[in-house]
């Protein structure tokens, strides 16, 4: 067991590390930062913010929140790095470092997207520096990007660090975050928090200029785009609407893009239709993926923990005296038995999203477990082709995303018809068939749409987002019942942590589902001491 304890310590603080560094909100002015005096010069400082996005976006900070959600156990493996957050602990909830990695990378986005769209504009107006007709083209449309980044950054902020919509309190003065729209680090630091629909009103706005700015065709010359697109707008758009309520909003963004991606198409035959399935996330080059930031093998590939993979030198068996090259598997996370069970037999996704996987090292096939299996990695990013890297690049969105958003929109303006059909379409492309005689009513509708953002959207940190927008109680329940087995192989006295394993949460009256802001900025910023999330 020393073995296993020291190279899963070596894993957890890796995974820390990546999650954890403090990203600079008040960044300085430095030489590098100042107008764009050519071109050439914006086109760079639009590749450093892609940069900021990609890691804003990976699936490690996306999916802190989740940690904290139903649909995981934490096992021995954690090394107490998630122990905190998963038991709900309230210091470690406020200063956790996934929590300030996500404060931090996602105002970060803000402050530089300012910077770009203050030095872009003064390029514009310029009678110093002359742009061609085609370059200044570019640069509007590259302001339209930007602005999609900043709308998507305070969206991101919002839900985690203020309550959700609720059409009473969203214009209470201090109800939301700290809204950024200049670029001035010194001033910024201090600013108020802004109302709940402040923040959500120069989103829209932020949005609907990026759509007039951004042509039907830019950065579609590649499939996936590596860049955001038109499409991409109206994508975070309709995510936007839904989540501040705007139903008809959400519904008209998503018919603006839904036509342009085909789902996959099922055959009928299993293994071809995994294949088709699994370009989503092995091959990546499925045509419902809309925007995949550019990524290659020394460049903007990730991992996620939720896998847990990754190849090391090791004992084939005690007895062993060298080493040998082997594939280790280290959850710190497993999926409840509950979210197992939610995915029928006929569900492609039950092999494609989540699949049976050894526990630990790959030649243990005797300990088999449930595993998230979306983020095993794209072969075409490891350096070297003969060893595994679980590797992919950052998804910005699949369009499946869209067939539920505009579901759950329709249900709640009163067409649970029409929501059953978006939702048909999409169980059709995962090799499921969906009956209207068996949902007769439109909370049974309601039931099957929270189950499909389970079963789609697994472990790409919607969870705890989506419990606290609907009020529903979180409810760990039981475990896998492989992890009995695994205690046995392993002689430890419990695989998933008997504390929390049955934690019950109710978003109604427990204020950790919303994140407090972390207590260098509390101390830092009076207005956001005294306004604190929780009392």
């Not at 107490?80 to 931090?104: A, E, K, P």
């Not at 697109?229 to 975070?236: F, H, I, L, P, S």
């Not at 005296?321 to 594939?327: F, G």
Request: overall charge negative; hydrophobic content about 40%; some cysteine.
């Amino acid at each position: 067991m020393k073995k296993i304890a020291y190279l899963l310590l070596a894993i957890i603080m890796l995974a820390t590390t990546v999650v954890s560094c403090d990203v600079t909100r008040n960044p300085e002015v430095t030489p590098e930062q100042g107008p764009f005096k050519t071109f050439v010069m914006a086109q760079q400082n639009r590749d450093a913010l892609y940069a900021l996005l990609r890691g804003a976006e990976a699936p490690n900070n996306l999916n802190a929140a989740d940690i904290q959600s139903d649909l995981y156990h934490l096992t021995f493996l954690d090394n107490n790095s998630m122990n905190g957050l998963y038991n709900w602990r309230r210091q470690s909830v406020t200063d956790n470092d996934f929590i300030v990695g996500y404060y931090g990378s996602f105002y970060s986005v803000l402050m530089q997207s300012n910077y770009f769209l203050w030095r872009a504009q003064e390029l514009l107006d310029s009678k110093e520096y002359v742009l061609t007709d085609t370059e200044r083209k570019l640069l509007e449309q590259y302001i339209g990007e930007v602005k999609v980044m900043r709308a998507l950054a305070h969206w991101r902020l919002v839900i985690r660090f203020s309550k959700p919509w609720d059409g009473t309190t969203d214009n209470d003065q201090y109800s939301g975050i700290i809204q950024i729209l200049s670029y001035d680090p010194i001033a910024r630091a201090s600013d108020s928090k802004s109302s709940r629909a402040d923040v959500y009103k120069q989103a829209i706005q932020d949005l609907n200029e990026a759509i007039a700015a951004i042509p039907e065709d830019a950065n579609k010359e590649v499939k996936p785009a590596i860049y955001i697109t038109r499409d991409y707008a109206n994508a975070v758009k309709a995510r936007v609407c839904l989540f501040m309520q705007d139903w008809q909003g959400a519904v008209d963004a998503v018919n603006q893009f839904v036509n342009n991606y085909s789902l996959t198409k099922m055959t009928g035959n299993r293994a071809d239709d995994v294949a088709a399935l699994n370009r989503i996330w092995t091959s990546e080059d499925s045509d419902e993926i809309m925007v995949r930031l550019y990524a290659t093998p020394q460049f903007g590939a990730v991992r996620s923990f939720l896998y847990a993979g990754g190849t090391n030198m090791a004992y084939a068996k005690d007895t062993d005296k060298e080493q040998t090259r082997m594939h280790f598997i280290t959850p710190y996370l497993v999926l409840e038995k509950w979210v197992c069970d939610l995915y029928e037999n006929e569900d492609v996704r039950k092999e494609v999203y989540t699949g049976t996987r050894p526990f630990y090292r790959e030649d243990y096939t005797v300990l088999p477990f449930r595993s998230i299996t979306k983020y095993e990695g794209n072969p075409s990013l490891n350096q070297d082709k003969s060893i595994r890297e679980d590797k992919f690049g950052v998804h910005l969105f699949n369009v499946g995303e869209g067939y539920l958003i505009k579901a759950e929109a329709l249900l709640k303006l009163g067409r649970a018809g029409d929501a059953l059909k978006a939702l048909a379409d999409l169980r059709k492309a995962r090799g499921l068939t969906t009956s209207e005689d068996d949902y007769g009513n439109a909370q049974e509708v309601e039931q099957l749409l929270r189950d499909e953002r389970v079963r789609e959207l697994v472990a790409e940190g919607w969870r705890l987002n989506d419990l606290l927008r609907w009020g529903a109680m979180l409810k760990r329940s039981e475990e896998q019942p492989e992890m009995e087995r695994i205690k046995q192989a392993f002689n430890e006295d419990f695989i998933v942590h008997k504390e929390g394993r049955l934690l019950e949460k109710d978003p109604k009256t427990e204020q950790m589902f919303v994140w407090e802001f972390p207590t260098r900025d509390l101390e830092n910023n009076t207005n956001l001491n005294e306004n604190r999330n929780w009392k």
